[in-house]
């Protein structure tokens, strides 16, 4: 079993939940494939299918446009209104098919109604309810106290995976980790693709009239609204560089000794490359997972932006001067490297995709 198997991926990306889940899809299609397994895309829609052929380009995954289907009945947030077509779908494929769901709108009718047909997989964030799948992935960063928890919450699965060495990122963050540099010289900051409270302004005015220190590169994501202000500001910091339209992040990663990020999957990227980082958090969905991150001794978390600006602001700027100024050794730095490759080494899609092949 499991020798050229066939794996249906539903999932979607679009400008209503964007692109997140078709990623981290690929990610596993890539490492099904370098299995051996067959791989088929199911989307809602001709904007997620969209979405996904423009971004496979950058994923080497050699997917073909035939092996990407609009669902004809279909809705990314209704998946019960595609049950006749997906039965349909599985009654016609080979038995030992694998339908990999990865939607936040998954329940658990659909899961029933279409486990006699095929095995069944669900990638989980959210824990809304016990999931009656074949296998059940959650990727989260699980203290040692929760595990039990979480064990107990998905009781009609059959097989779980849960922990942060099963994040499937993208394929530049699964190898390729530089080794540490005798100095800090180089700083990344990084709020994803906005900055609705506006820490990259606040942390530029911090630096003003402060010595020169390492050189802090701001990425300035697309949905950042603070583009002008940020160039005014750094017109006056040497030190401080602005990237903006970046579409390959390892790189620029790969090139800084220390990092500053929102919480997110962002984290884990960092984790996976070793890159010492503060984090801060700027939404709700976002503190489990900081705190997590922070209990784990792999990433410390400033603080939440909304509540205390100046507390994280205050706080991103004494771990940069922590481990830079007072850790001449680099030995605080190798211990929080060594902490995140632990929690994440980059492997997470290969072992879902084994797991998948087993199945």
Do not use: W
């Not at 199911?42 to 669902?71: F, H, M, Q, W, Y």
């Not at 990344?188 to 402060?210: E, I, N, R, Y």
């Not at 950042?224 to 990663?253: C, F, I, W, Y």
Request: proline share 4%; charged share 20%; aromatic share 8%.
């Amino acid at each position: 079993m499991g020798a050229d198997r066939l794996i249906y991926f539903r999932t979607d990306g679009n400008s209503r939940i964007a692109t997140g889940h078709l990623a981290r899809c690929l990610s596993i299609a890539k490492a099904c494939q370098s299995l051996g397994m067959r791989i088929c895309f199911l989307l809602s829609g001709k904007e997620s299918a969209d979405t996904l052929l423009r971004i496979l380009p950058n994923t080497g995954s050699g997917l073909s446009e035939n092996e990407v289907r609009v669902l004809r009945t279909a809705a990314f947030d209704d998946l019960d209104r595609e049950l006749s077509e997906i039965s349909a779908l599985l009654g016609a494929s080979p038995k030992d098919t694998v339908y990999f769901v990865d939607s936040y709108y998954v329940t658990g009718t659909y899961l029933e109604a279409l486990r006699p047909l095929a095995k069944t997989a669900v990638l989980d964030d959210l824990q809304l309810f016990d999931y009656p799948a074949d296998l059940v992935i959650n990727y989260d960063v699980i203290p040692r106290s929760a595990l039990f928890s979480y064990r107990a919450a998905y009781q009609k699965a059959q097989n779980t995976l849960l922990g942060a060495s099963y994040a499937p990122l993208r394929e530049e963050f699964q190898s390729g980790r530089m080794p540490q540099r005798e100095a800090v010289s180089d700083v990344l900051v990084t709020t994803g693709g906005s900055d609705p409270f506006h820490f990259c302004a606040l942390f530029l005015q911090a630096l003003s009239g402060k010595a020169p220190g390492p050189v802090f590169h701001i990425v300035v994501g697309g949905l950042n609204t603070d583009g002008q202000r940020l160039h005014a500001l750094a017109k006056d910091l040497p030190s401080v560089k602005l990237h903006e339209n970046v579409t390959q992040m390892a790189p620029l990663m790969k090139a800084c000794d220390l990092a500053v990020s929102a919480a997110g999957t962002t984290l884990y990227e960092l984790c996976a490359l070793g890159i010492p980082t503060v984090s801060f958090t700027m939404a709700d969905n976002q503190l489990c997972a900081a705190r997590a991150f922070a209990d784990a001794g792999a990433i410390f978390c400033a603080g939440d932006i909304r509540s205390n600006p100046e507390k994280v602001i205050a706080g991103t700027l004494d771990f940069v001067k922590r481990m830079s100024d007072f850790d001449p050794d680099g030995a605080s730095r190798k211990a929080a490297r060594q902490a995140m490759i632990r929690l994440v080494d980059g492997g997470g899609s290969l072992r879902i995709a084994r797991a998948l092949k087993a199945l």
